[in-house]
């Protein structure tokens, strides 16, 4: 990097940005999937509330099931954005978060479709629909698990190997210009050599950087699950 810094070792802050995104976006996922199920088997898959016409009492949103299925679904896009965002600030060549995020929602809608359908609640004489719908779902979350699976596993791979350029290196070409220690005083007092190369960080630094940021996107995601369980019993 142009600032002598190495973004491949272990970084806090970012890592910590990862574990309260992942964990966000978890709460948010288990919201909507909760809801979900509730409104599946409660209203029979869909339901409605309010404006000019009358509506099957059994067919009414509950205020609950609205506010996880549409925070859910608002808070869901955002913090998956910064945890993207954060992720990338954590490494430079990590990728495959977003097609992980996309394999998590429609594999866990997907689910309840599947399992609903399979064995559908007691007001429901038949649920085909839903198997259908669930197996679609599932081949949506194949593609983004197969993309993510790539993109996350060569970032574990090259963590190993040799540090990968960054578009933030500084140029190859350079003026020689001799480089003339400041002193006190001096605006440039402090600054290092610019011709110096930038320290770098050891394969064993890169590889327990890499294996570190997995298991904390893991482990905030088992709290938010956790989380989401717990929001989603309090409110419906």
Same mark, same amino acid.
């Given at each position: 990097?142009?600032?002598?810094?190495?973004?491949q070792?272990?970084? *806090?802050v970012p890592?910590a940005?990862v574990? &309260?995104?992942?964990?966000?976006?978890?709460?948010?996922l288990t919201?909507?999937?909760r809801?979900m199920?509730?409104?599946?088997?409660?209203?029979g898959?869909?339901?409605? $509330?309010?404006g000019?016409y009358q509506?099957?009492p059994?067919?009414?949103?509950? !205020?609950?099931?609205?506010?996880?299925?549409?925070g859910?679904?608002?808070?869901?896009? &955002?913090?998956?954005f910064?945890?993207?965002v954060?992720?990338?600030?954590?490494?430079? !060549?990590?990728?495959?978060?977003?097609?992980?995020?996309?394999?998590?929602?429609?594999?866990?809608?997907?689910?309840n479709f599947?399992?609903?359908?399979?064995? *559908?609640?007691?007001n429901? !004489?038949?649920?085909?629909?839903w198997?259908?719908?669930g197996?679609?779902?599932?081949?949506?979350?194949?593609?983004?698990?197969? &993309?993510a699976g790539?993109?996350?596993g060569?970032?574990?791979?090259?963590?190993g190997?040799?540090? *990968?350029?960054?578009?933030?290196?500084?140029p190859?070409?350079?003026?020689?210009v001799p480089?003339v220690? $400041?002193?006190l005083?001096?605006?440039?007092?402090? $600054?290092?050599?610019p $011709?110096a190369p930038?320290?770098?960080?050891s394969?064993?630094?890169?590889?327990?950087?890499?294996?570190?940021?997995?298991?904390v996107?893991?482990?905030?995601?088992?709290?938010?699950?956790?989380?989401?369980m717990?929001?989603?019993?309090?409110?419906?």
């Amino acid at each position: 990097m142009a600032d002598g810094t190495d973004r491949q070792g272990v970084r *806090p802050v970012p890592l910590a940005a990862v574990l &309260v995104t992942a964990a966000g976006f978890a709460v948010a996922l288990t919201c909507v999937y909760r809801a979900m199920r509730d409104v599946m088997i409660e209203n029979g898959g869909y339901c409605a $509330s309010g404006g000019p016409y009358q509506i099957n009492p059994d067919q009414v949103c509950g !205020d609950g099931q609205t506010a996880l299925l549409i925070g859910g679904v608002v808070a869901g896009l &955002v913090v998956a954005f910064f945890l993207v965002v954060a992720s990338g600030w954590y490494a430079d !060549d990590v990728s495959g978060v977003g097609p992980l995020l996309w394999a998590a929602l429609f594999g866990a809608l997907g689910f309840n479709f599947l399992q609903l359908g399979i064995d *559908p609640p007691e007001n429901m !004489d038949g649920a085909v629909g839903w198997i259908v719908c669930g197996v679609l779902f599932w081949f949506m979350a194949l593609g983004g698990l197969v &993309v993510a699976g790539i993109g996350i596993g060569g970032y574990l791979v090259r963590a190993g190997g040799e540090k *990968p350029p960054s578009m933030f290196e500084a140029p190859l070409v350079r003026a020689k210009v001799p480089f003339v220690r $400041s002193t006190l005083g001096d605006p440039a007092y402090g $600054s290092a050599d610019p $011709s110096a190369p930038a320290e770098e960080t050891s394969a064993p630094q890169r590889v327990l950087a890499a294996w570190l940021w997995l298991a904390v996107l893991v482990v905030g995601s088992a709290i938010g699950v956790v989380i989401g369980m717990m929001v989603a019993d309090s409110v419906l």
